[in-house]
């Protein structure tokens, strides 16, 4: 509920201002306004898809899909956002990977979330790069940035909804609190695992499976 609330008040304090004519409806007050309308409908959204997670009733689209696509149709999404904040996003994939059994969509919803998160960590003129290889049964992909770390002591609570290691972040600037509590539910809807690795100063290394295609 507070993390509603708090957009929520901002969005009252906007109208109740223009309705008093204590505000004018100018443009910088209209982007606010839908700067908050934003936030809080990708809140929602994500607030939705853990709901299904927690009853179990999330829907994957499970096919016969070749992973390394999947990779590269994600990062493409990213390369502006990389340029603008001086980052390079790198690939590290062999020729060739085995076809997995996965929900594309929701897969490429992890690895949005996994980047995103990087990106969010990751200094100017630093490096994320995407990896994956086979492992067992499983294709085994991993988001590594060159970022500021994460606290040993941190790390167990870093999949928790809401969970900001850094404190002073806000929603604004540190997106919902959700992304990496959704990627782990999404991850285990497939049957496979995540995990973190990391060290203050010297990045950190996300890594989850996914099935491969048994057809």
Same mark, same amino acid.
């Given at each position: 509920a507070h993390e509603l609330r708090t957009p929520l008040s901002n969005l009252r304090g906007y109208l109740e201002a223009i309705k008093d004519d204590v505000l004018k409806p100018d443009t910088a007050t209209i982007n606010s306004l839908y700067e908050e309308a934003t936030l809080l409908t990708r809140l929602v959204d994500d607030l939705q898809e853990l709901a299904l997670a927690d009853a179990s009733e999330l829907k994957l689209n499970r096919q016969t899909e070749d992973i390394s %696509?999947?990779? @590269?149709?994600a990062m493409v999404s990213f390369q502006s956002q990389m340029i603008d904040r001086g980052i390079s996003l790198i690939a590290d994939l062999p020729d060739r990977l085995p076809l997995c059994n996965i929900d594309s969509q929701r897969i490429a919803q992890v690895?949005? $979330?996994? *980047? $995103?998160n990087a990106v969010t960590h990751t200094p100017r003129d630093g490096n994320i790069t995407i990896s994956a290889k086979e492992s067992g049964n499983y294709v085994e992909v991993a988001v590594t940035d060159t970022g500021e770390g994460i606290p040993a002591e941190e790390l167990p609570n870093i999949f928790e909804r809401f969970y900001r290691v850094d404190k002073s972040r806000s929603r604004r600037t540190g997106g919902t609190g959700l992304?990496?509590? *959704?990627?782990? @539910?999404?991850?285990e809807a497939h049957g496979g695992k995540i995990i973190v690795q990391s060290e203050p100063?010297? %990045? !950190? @290394? =996300?890594? =989850?499976?996914?099935?491969? !295609?048994s057809d």
């Amino acid at each position: 509920a507070h993390e509603l609330r708090t957009p929520l008040s901002n969005l009252r304090g906007y109208l109740e201002a223009i309705k008093d004519d204590v505000l004018k409806p100018d443009t910088a007050t209209i982007n606010s306004l839908y700067e908050e309308a934003t936030l809080l409908t990708r809140l929602v959204d994500d607030l939705q898809e853990l709901a299904l997670a927690d009853a179990s009733e999330l829907k994957l689209n499970r096919q016969t899909e070749d992973i390394s %696509g999947v990779i @590269r149709q994600a990062m493409v999404s990213f390369q502006s956002q990389m340029i603008d904040r001086g980052i390079s996003l790198i690939a590290d994939l062999p020729d060739r990977l085995p076809l997995c059994n996965i929900d594309s969509q929701r897969i490429a919803q992890v690895l949005h $979330n996994l *980047i $995103n998160n990087a990106v969010t960590h990751t200094p100017r003129d630093g490096n994320i790069t995407i990896s994956a290889k086979e492992s067992g049964n499983y294709v085994e992909v991993a988001v590594t940035d060159t970022g500021e770390g994460i606290p040993a002591e941190e790390l167990p609570n870093i999949f928790e909804r809401f969970y900001r290691v850094d404190k002073s972040r806000s929603r604004r600037t540190g997106g919902t609190g959700l992304g990496l509590t *959704i990627a782990k @539910r999404l991850v285990e809807a497939h049957g496979g695992k995540i995990i973190v690795q990391s060290e203050p100063g010297k %990045g !950190s @290394r =996300f890594t =989850f499976t996914v099935p491969i !295609s048994s057809d």
